[in-house]
């Protein structure tokens, strides 16, 4: 019979617990491993099948660059982090990771290790500028991109479009870009936008093909879902969404300190462009020089349970008349120590805008056109130049007093039913973000609107502690 010391047996659980925790022995369920140093990963060249997993060993890498990764619906390729944190950098290309070549449904995601939130570390400092941290191109299409720290970016942090082509392949009447969701990454110190989705260029772009110069027209996008994002640090916009015409919901976004490039139009929070149609709410945006959001030529959108502070316009909503009959609709909105304009409504072409129980405080002109007309609806919304004494619990803290005259003084909207802390309205629910504790409504249905964020937190947090109760037992 063998016999072990028990300091043998110790160790040697330490041992397995440290390789347990790593990722399983290392076993990250992969199909394909893709080494330290690899450039080109080439879905064809490499046999990759739908449901397969690729994984990108820990390490460092100078460029990423997927080619043809096609998965089918319900079944994607899943692209992971595998075994520690993967840093993609360099400082002489245009990108740092670019999915191209007709990629489709795939799951690019940071989630390989649980010891790291962001399993990807990608940096594009490109010397002259110009340089994407992600670039999601060359007709690429229905994918997840999760759990990335992009920063220091010569141009935008993540870039989700794909430019004309000379054959025509990418204009409007041919491709449309679909059902992307980008959630949980973190961008911070880009030279460009944090997030540039969808083109802006609504008049055509002009391209050279054989020496001669052509229009051609953006292609659209249907299905978009941008949520619990952290953008700081950025030279132009935090984001910018356009030509979503359809189910496009952008929320629980975190956003701050943009525009410090000091590019004029170029320095907003959030652009909603040309021709989208998105539900933007429960997202907090800070501190910019220009707008909070701005919404220039959309389709019928609605904002809601939106935080915006510190800016120079909270909102400016532009029409244009560039979608027909388009309305869009701010409800339960806080806005508050901006410099010129809390929320301004631009242009004779609206059709039924809405502006209802939004909390608006600051100098100038709260809320413009400051009556109701043919295009504009406002009601129940609380609007002052300096904040009363009681409206929040502090100048720092947005939270309603117990005293607020916020409580119960906006108007029950239907499909609201949250506030900004994901808690149930009341009938009749507060102006503005947030309610009153005391008014929240619990049952036993309060999972269902639960944030994926919070979630995933959970999870985590779970396997943690597991891990670590394992580890006193054993002891």
């Known amino acids: 019979m063998s016999h072990f010391s028990k300091a043998t047996i110790t160790i040697g ?77 360099n400082d002489e290309l245009g990108y740092a990771v670019v999915f191209e070549w007709s990629s489709s449904f795939f799951h690019f995601t940071g989630t390989g290790d649980s ?25 690429s299409t229905n994918y997840e991109v999760d759990h990335l720290e992009i920063h220091h970016t010569a141009f935008a942090g993540l870039m989700a479009k794909t430019d004309p082509k000379c054959d025509g392949s990418a204009d409007q009447d041919k491709f449309v870009q679909r059902d992307i969701e980008i959630h949980h990454l973190y961008v911070h110190h880009t030279e460009g936008e944090g997030f540039y989705i969808g083109s802006t260029q609504t008049n055509g772009q002009k391209i050279t093909c054989d020496g001669v110069e052509e229009v051609h027209y953006p292609h659209f996008l249907e299905g978009v879902n941008v949520h619990s994002n952290i953008l700081s640090q950025t030279g132009w916009d935090g ?102 304009h809390g929320l301004r409504l631009w242009g004779d072409e609206h059709t039924n805008s809405k502006a209802i129980s939004n909390i608006i405080v600051g100098p100038e002109i709260q809320l413009y056109p400051e009556e109701s007309n043919e295009q504009w609806t406002i009601s129940n919304n609380l609007l002052y130049e300096t904040a009363p004494e009681g409206l929040f619990v502090s100048e720092n803290d947005l939270m309603l007093g117990d005293d607020s005259p916020a409580r119960g003084a906006g108007l029950r909207r239907q499909g ?6 994901w808690e149930k309205r009341p009938n009749p629910p507060a102006a503005g973000v947030y309610e009153h504790p005391d008014d929240w409504i619990v049952d036993d249905d309060d999972d269902d609107i639960v944030s994926s964020h919070s979630r995933l937190d959970v999870q985590i947090l779970t396997s943690s502690l597991l891990l670590l109760l394992i580890a006193i037992i054993m002891l």
């Open 115 to 139: 010891s790291f939130e962001y399993g990807f570390e990608i940096i594009a400092n490109k010397t002259g500028g110009g340089a994407m941290g992600v670039s999601l191109t060359d007709l």
């Open 13 to 89: 659980f330490f041992l397995l617990l440290q390789l347990f925790v790593s990722g399983v022995f290392s076993d990250c369920g992969c199909d394909h491993t893709i080494e330290e140093g690899a450039f080109f990963i080439n879905g064809e060249e490499l046999g990759i099948k739908p449901g397969d997993v690729v994984c990108i060993m820990s390490g460092s890498y100078r460029a990423l660059r997927f080619r043809a990764i096609n998965g089918v619906q319900n079944n994607p390729v899943v692209i992971k982090n595998c075994g520690g944190q993967v840093l993609v950098s």
């Open 416 to 421: 609201i039913e949250i506030d900004l802390n």
């Open 239 to 340: 984001a910018q969404v356009g030509f979503a015409k359809s189910d496009c919901k952008v929320w629980n976004n975190t956003i701050f300190d943009v525009g410090s490039g000091g590019v004029k139009y170029q320095q907003q929070g959030l652009q909603i462009g040309s021709y989208s149609a998105c539900e933007v709410y429960n997202n907090v945006i800070t501190n910019g020089p220009a707008c909070g959001i701005i919404v220039i030529e959309s389709g019928e959108s609605t904002f809601y349970n939106n935080l915006i502070a510190n800016v120079d316009i909270g909102v400016f909503a532009d029409h244009r008349g560039r979608v027909p009959n388009a309305g869009y609709g701010f409800f339960f909105n806080t806005i508050v120590n901006y410099t010129t």
